[in-house]
């Protein structure tokens, strides 16, 4: 997947969170860091069904751009779902989780940056 594939996958995805009123949307640049992805998001919903609600509008407008089908964990319990697209890897959290999880804290190293730097 090329970086231009990557950088729209991330403007879906936030604009997909977006939609569903995801909360504290960061996307983190670690390309220049690991070689796991080239970015992060990370956001949080208020409960499972939105969290179910905002991960289910990604797909789906990612799906409709083409883009293959994430791995996906934690979309039952719905207190952390990552979905894996590759060289883009999403988490929505419940607050609680992303608070004790610090994901913000361990990536640190990564850069945040803005959707409009894309």
Excluded: C
Excluded at 13 to 42: G, R
Excluded at 75 to 95: G, P
């Amino acid at each position: 997947m090329s970086n231009t594939n990557s950088k729209e996958i991330v403007k879906i995805a936030v604009e997909a969170m977006k939609d569903k009123k995801a909360s504290d949307v960061k996307i983190l640049d670690i390309s220049k860091i690991s070689v796991i992805a080239d970015y992060f998001i990370i956001a949080d919903g208020n409960n499972g069904n939105q969290i179910q609600a905002i991960v289910d509008n990604i797909q789906e407008k990612l799906h409709e751009a083409g883009v293959k089908e994430p791995r996906v964990e934690g979309y039952n319990t719905a207190t952390w779902v990552l979905l894996d697209y590759n060289d883009v890897i999403i988490h929505i959290f419940n607050k609680e989780d992303r608070l004790f999880y610090d994901l913000d804290r361990i990536w640190r190293d990564g850069k945040e940056i803005n959707i409009e730097e894309l």
